[in-house]
């Protein structure tokens, strides 16, 4: 689960989220949605999950075929890290620069070229047979997901405070559709000559590119993403940085207003008010950090630094157990792992997006709403505990036990992925943490400041915990099948947990986007 998903904590967007206690005024009548153009933002960031987790079912193998382990499987971890790091490298790099270009020529143009190049990328992709040909090509899907922000800010500017809850709640819906078709068509159609012979086995395209069909199906489903996109999406933003923007009490009718103007990266941070929950008593002198939108600044506070550092474990330890899933679930038994075939491991990670995605819906944001957001990312953030500890007792079963993947070890599976969907839940809550953490009228510099703590996490996260367990199998550390890597996880994760403590208790206490 990326934070990605998380519309209350999208970079750039300054939404206005209500944290002033309830009102007894009347709410505003709601303004109607643009539907169409509403429908186009969504379908854009919707090929961006799929593009981006369809190679998970099918990555490890491929990188094992490419010969860059020269036959060692114990090796396969040091090399797999660096297809994800790169992911979220270039990612991280091209961020801001997409952000400033759609500043610069609008947003229309940058949020086409996604589709697009993501499509590129997933060909390329698909078609390559060395190591540093993989490596290059998701490298360009990182760069073509780092337009994100930028959609975030079309949403944002297509809506007003009266209807801006409704399109952003469905952004998690669409992630976890994408979360779920993405590893789905990865493991249905990855080395589709062994896992439907007598369709596939005659065709030498596919049996010299084994994963070229499935990121070819989402190759041409982000191009046609492109063409309808390039049809039908309109400029929400005028060009001329010095038009004046639409008050939030303007009238609207739904459509787009030619003094809609919200720049994604701005030299000077708007001076919108943003009530923090740590507003200061009138007789307090609000502090520099709280009036100065600069990263530095902002780091200055410490309410906001200390959500930065528990964003900073989510992001870190969240994206090391992700790694680990295809590794581990992937790895040969004698080796050390519970020697899946892709198509399983599409099945599994297919159903953790779809239970995970219903889950969020109909437990997690009543239990969000109810018991607030610190509380929530504290419980569902130590489920991490258990998720790295099951992978110990999953190898041990199915290595020293039973000699085999049985029916216990399948329950357990089961009971790990289960668990898993708590990551909807911390990413949701942790979203809500850095809303209520940011300082009046910065909003958009502290959602762009845990953009780029998140992205450095994530792009150590894949490389370290990959490369621990290939050491952990190699050294045979911690155990006769190398459980060094999970001790470590469950050790930072602990640390992470500590972390979580001293989050600001009153961030449980305030109005946010989850509301009714």
Avoid at 221 to 242: A, H, M, N, P, Q
Avoid at 336 to 358: D, K, N, R
Wanted: overall charge neutral; some cysteine; charged content about 15%.
């Amino acid at each position: 689960m990326s934070e990605a998903q998380l519309p209350t904590a999208s970079n750039g967007a300054d939404s206005e989220v209500s944290r002033k206690p309830h009102s007894s005024k009347p709410p505003p009548a709601r303004t109607p949605l643009p539907v169409f153009q509403a429908f186009l933002t969504l379908i854009i960031q919707f090929s961006e999950p799929i593009t981006a987790t369809v190679i998970y079912p099918f990555i490890i193998k491929a990188v094992r075929s490419t010969g860059i382990t020269e036959g060692d499987e114990k090796k396969t971890g040091y090399y797999a890290g660096v297809i994800e790091s790169v992911f979220f490298l270039t990612e991280c790099l091209s961020f801001f620069q997409w952000g400033r270009a759609s500043d610069k020529y609008g947003r229309r143009p940058v949020l086409l070229f996604g589709p697009l190049g993501l499509a590129i990328a997933m060909f390329g992709f698909g078609l390559s047979r060395s190591f540093w040909a993989l490596m290059v090509f998701r490298g360009f899907q990182g760069v073509f997901n780092g337009n994100i922000g930028v959609a975030r800010t079309v949403m944002t500017e297509l809506t007003d405070p009266t209807n801006r809850v409704d399109l952003f709640t469905l952004t998690p819906i669409v992630w976890s559709l994408g979360l779920t078709l993405g590893p789905a068509i990865g493991g249905l159609l990855a080395y589709p000559a062994d896992t439907w012979p007598n369709a596939f086995r005659g065709w030498p395209l596919f049996v010299q590119h084994p994963w070229f069909l499935p990121c070819a199906v989402t190759g041409i489903f982000s191009f046609g993403i492109f063409v309808v996109s390039f049809l039908g999406l309109k400029e929400t933003s005028k060009r001329d940085r010095k038009s004046q923007r639409r008050s939030p009490s303007q009238e609207s009718d739904g459509t787009l207003n030619e003094n809609e103007n919200t720049p994604l990266i701005q030299d000077d941070v708007e001076r919108e008010t943003y009530h923090s929950i740590a507003t200061p008593t009138s007789s307090e002198t609000p502090p520099e950090s709280r009036r100065n939108g600069s990263f530095i600044s902002l780091l200055s506070d410490p309410i906001l630094r200390r959500t930065l550092l528990s964003h900073a474990f989510l992001a870190f330890t969240d994206m090391s157990y992700q790694v680990l899933i295809p590794l581990v679930y992937s790895t040969s038994i004698s080796v050390g792992g519970l020697g899946l075939s892709p198509y399983q491991l599409g099945v599994i990670m297919a159903t953790m997006g779809f239970g995970g995605g219903a889950l969020n819906i109909l437990v997690f944001k009543p239990i969000l709403k109810r018991i607030g957001p610190r509380k929530t990312y504290m419980i569902s953030y130590s489920a991490l505990i258990l998720d790295f500890g099951l992978f110990w007792v999953l190898r041990e079963l199915a290595g020293g036990w039973f000699g085999r993947v049985n029916w216990v070890v399948w329950v357990l599976i089961g009971v790990q992925m289960v668990v898993s969907t708590f990551g909807y839940a911390m990413w949701n809550a942790m979203g809500l943490c850095i809303i209520g953490s940011a300082p009046p009228g910065a909003l958009g510099a502290t959602n762009g400041l845990a953009q780029t703590v998140s992205s450095g996490m994530r792009c150590l996260g894949p490389v370290f915990a990959s490369s621990l367990y290939s050491i952990s199998l190699e050294t045979k550390l911690v155990g006769e099948r190398g459980h060094l890597v999970e001790l470590v996880m469950i050790m930072i994760t602990l640390v992470g947990v500590c972390a979580s403590t001293m989050l600001d208790k009153k961030l449980d206490g305030f109005e946010t986007a989850v509301d009714e």
